[in-house]
């Protein structure tokens, strides 16, 4: 599995999104596990169970090949979790998750940087032309943070295929839209294959 590192800057901190090791897992797991957890955040993920520390070194050592998972961090102050999956290089399509953990954290722009991040990342080292996401009627805060992205709702038949309830929103952003519209920020976006 390819190992990635991908930082900016945001708010004076060091925003720093990377594929963990084994052992970075292991250090994160019971924080995560807490934040996957937490009642808003689980509901808002649409998860139906809770998660253990062993869930989470499941997920992360799975190594899908169509998945890349990320662990975010601030200033080395671990902030949650990002991932694109069902990463297709034909299609050059892949669906994109993230979560901002800690209550406290949200709705200060770290989602929505952490965004741009992944998804200039997508973009530009994978090549792909269209992410995709799902996310529940109810993510006010989540639907405004992608939409400061660039995503928008996709009623299209082929974004049909990424919901997983009948009443998920499918959002999508194609290459073209993003690079134009945040053309001025990405340069300090550093990509690094580790
Ligand atoms: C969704 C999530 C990633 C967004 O990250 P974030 O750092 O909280 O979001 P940001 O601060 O970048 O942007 C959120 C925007 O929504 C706005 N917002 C927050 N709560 C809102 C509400 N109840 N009504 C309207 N707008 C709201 C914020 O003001 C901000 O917009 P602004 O910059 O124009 O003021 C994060 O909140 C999170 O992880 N939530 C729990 C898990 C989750 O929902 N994951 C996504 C599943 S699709």
Request: aromatic share 10%; proline share 4%; charged share 20%.
């Amino acid at each position: 599995m390819s190992h990635y590192e991908i930082t900016s800057r945001h708010k004076g901190s060091l925003l720093r999104l990377y594929t963990p090791d084994d052992d970075e897992v292991r250090q994160c797991a019971e924080r995560l596990a807490g934040f996957y957890n937490d009642p808003y955040n689980s509901t808002m993920m649409d998860h139906t169970t809770d998660h253990t520390a062993e869930d989470i070194a499941k997920i992360y050592s799975s190594h899908a090949p169509d998945t890349l998972r990320f662990f975010i961090a601030a200033d080395g102050v671990f902030l949650g979790d990002a991932d694109l999956r069902r990463i297709n290089s034909q299609a050059r399509t892949a669906e994109y998750a993230v979560m901002i953990g800690e209550r406290g954290t949200q709705g200060k722009g770290w989602g929505t940087q952490v965004s741009i991040m992944l998804t200039y990342f997508a973009f530009s080292a994978l090549q792909l032309q269209t992410i995709y996401l799902t996310i529940i009627p109810a993510n006010v805060a989540g639907r405004r943070c992608y939409e400061k992205v660039g995503y928008a709702v996709d009623n299209s038949a082929g974004a049909a295929n990424y919901r997983e309830h009948p009443t998920d929103l499918v959002m999508s952003v194609d290459r073209a839209a993003f690079l134009l519209r945040h053309r001025q920020l990405l340069p300090p976006i550093l990509i690094r294959l580790a």
